[in-house]
């Protein structure tokens, strides 16, 4: 029992006489009230002079603008690092180079049967077969996904249609291939 009383004390009591001890060494909240702006180093900003130019700078076709003119007369100069112009050029090959994205596409089915899944494809394939069909094994389970839409309100109008020959499809976010657009007249006509 005397043991025990012992450990309670250092247990329990020691650790409030050292926190007490502690915060007799130095009062922090001193520090925190002390004004220390005179010591802080003072920035000040000044504009660098822009240069002036008189002749007009050549600008890269992707940087082309249509109209050349402001309304008052005044002439668009675009100046830029070279650095920008490498940049750009490596952003559109990497562009050009992706193959996928993050999308949707419709799941009509999901089970463990091959076959069953084959099937589905098939099926979904006679009903729509404009909208490009995917079989994939994630073990044990063979899932059948439909189309490649960026949109998902797109891909929901879709799937109310597929639900008529598939009544459990759904949406789903899946990485779908990159739809390439054909170039359309802008003009209107």
């Given amino acids: 029992m005397k043991h025990f009383a012992k450990y309670l004390f250092l247990a329990f009591f ?10 007799n060494q130095g009062d922090y909240r001193l520090y925190e009230r002390e004004d220390v702006s005179p010591y802080r180093q ?3 900003f000044v504009m660098p002079e822009a240069p002036v130019r008189t002749t007009p700078v050549e600008v890269p076709n992707y940087q082309s603008l249509e109209k050349q003119y402001f309304a008052d007369g005044g002439k ?3 100046e830029a690092d070279g650095r920008l112009a490498t940049f750009i050029e490596k952003h559109i090959e990497i562009g050009q180079g992706t193959k996928t ?8 089915f999901a089970g463990r049967s091959r076959e069953s899944a084959q ?15 995917y079989m994939k094994h994630l073990p044990p389970t063979w899932r059948v996904r439909a189309g490649d839409f960026i949109d998902r309100d797109e891909a929901q109008r879709i799937c109310r249609q597929v639900k ?9 976010p899946d990485e779908i291939n990159v739809p390439r657009y054909k170039a ?5 006509g």
Avoid at 119 to 133: R, V
């Fill in 14 to 23: 020691m650790p409030l006489i050292a926190f007490a001890q502690s915060n």
């Fill in 42 to 44: 003072k920035f000040e």
């Fill in 76 to 78: 668009v100069h675009i």
């Fill in 101 to 108: 994205m993050q999308g949707y596409r419709i799941q009509v």
């Fill in 119 to 133: 099937s589905a494809k098939g099926k979904l394939f006679q009903s729509f077969p404009s909208m490009a069909t």
């Fill in 164 to 172: 008529n020959t598939f009544p459990d499809a759904f949406v789903v």
């Fill in 184 to 188: 359309t007249d802008s003009s209107g």
